[in-house]
């Protein structure tokens, strides 16, 4: 889950870029992510193009929880979130609720990695994509000199997290069964902690069998 964007600390400007390549405008982009970070926080100050309990009301919604997002499905409850289901279904397959900015392009998908860095040419894409499936980037500055792709920001870090999401799904139909696991190898019960199960489109279903998961 570290190659997915965080909820809880969005990083601001892969997040705008993100949502512009799913099809929002500038000024809605910039919206949600105030909105998001209205949410989680704890306070009753809204941003410049956040929401806070009486906008919720105006739009008929229960207020923001203040506090920390369980699940990506709670993007449901928020204003201009809620009006682009469309946006929304594109973008939650790359996002997660980890609690820190972390960011892993080794295991990200490589969309969200186009979102994430427009002027890059596709070929470096396809270059890097091909290099970390033979063997996984150890560090930015390899990956950097191998692909010529600007990876940059102390949030970077080429090594996988121990959450993880698995998907299980029967042959032939489009939509999975989502696990969001907490591996813990000591763990009293089971090597792992499920925290979340969700039903969700298949990440490698062709565009036209996928359905909202609204």
């Known amino acids: 889950e570290r190659g997915l964007l965080s909820l809880n600390v969005p990083d601001r400007e892969p997040f ?3 949502l512009t390549a799913a099809g929002a405008t500038l000024p809605d982009a910039m919206s949600m ?4 970070e209205d949410y989680v926080d704890t306070d009753s100050l809204k941003r410049l193009n956040g929401a806070e309990a009486p906008e919720y009301r105006d739009a008929g919604l229960p207020p923001p929880r203040n506090d920390w997002i369980l699940s990506t499905d709670e993007l449901q409850r928020m204003p201009v979130w809620r009006s682009q289901p469309e946006v929304r279904a594109k973008v939650q397959a790359w996002l997660g609720v ?3 900015k972390l960011f892993n ?11 994430m860095w427009p002027k890059v040419a596709p070929e470096q ?21 191998a692909t010529g792709i600007p990876f940059q920001g102390d949030q970077l870090l080429f090594h ?12 032939g139909l489009p939509q ?3 696990y969001n696991l907490l591996l813990l190898p000591t763990g009293a019960t089971a090597p792992w902690l499920i925290h979340e199960v ?3 489109n298949r990440l490698d279903a062709p565009p036209d069998a996928t359905t909202s998961t609204e």
Do not use: G
């Open 125 to 145: 894409w396809t270059l890097f994509d091909t290099l970390r499936r033979r063997a996984p980037f150890a560090e930015a500055a390899a990956a950097t000199a």
């Open 176 to 178: 999975a069964l989502e």
């Open 33 to 36: 992510v105030d909105i998001v």
């Open 198 to 200: 969700r039903q969700s």
């Open 16 to 18: 705008i870029n993100m």
């Open 160 to 171: 996988a997290s121990n959450v993880v999401r698995l998907q299980v799904w029967a042959p």
């Open 105 to 115: 392009p080794n295991t990200a998908p490589l969309d969200l990695l186009r979102a």
């Open 98 to 100: 980890r609690r820190d």
